[in-house]
């Protein structure tokens, strides 16, 4: 599983950085072999397993739960890569982290939040 490097951050009204718990953002690391997600504020979701590029979409559902679409993916054999991200069907934010969950309710893993998209985007605001 991947470490928690930091929360996803926007500007209060007063200018002061503040964490929110909001699903959308990027999670994981994307880098060759580690799984990550991202999840586009239209509905729409694209990663990878950390081997095969996965994309489809999500909806909000009680109690600030994320229910992932069907996930459609490319079918690459890894050696070496637990393909773990392939089986998710829903997640949470908890503790600043994405748990990610099977359609049974197991939880499969969690993704702390991509600091290197948050960057990116508060240095283009």
């Known amino acids: 599983m991947l470490e928690r ?6 500007h209060t009204a007063a200018g002061a950085p503040a964490e929110r718990d909001t699903p959308v953002g990027a999670w994981g690391v994307r880098s060759r072999g580690r799984p990550s997600l991202v999840l586009e504020p239209d ?3 694209h990663g990878s397993d950390g081997c095969n590029r996965l994309a489809g979409s999500w ?3 009680p109690d600030g739960a994320v229910v992932l679409g069907p996930l459609a993916s ?3 054999a890894c050696d070496g890569v637990d393909t773990w991200l ?3 069907a829903a997640a949470r934010v908890v503790t600043g982290r994405l748990e990610v969950r099977d359609a049974a309710g197991r939880v499969l ?3 702390g939040r991509d600091q290197s998209a948050a960057a990116a985007e508060i240095s283009s605001t």
């Open 86 to 88: 392939s089986g998710a």
């Open 109 to 111: 893993g969690s993704l």
């Open 74 to 76: 490319t079918r690459m």
């Open 59 to 61: 909806s909000s559902g």
């Open 43 to 45: 509905g729409a979701v």
């Open 5 to 10: 490097v930091g929360a996803d951050r926007h």
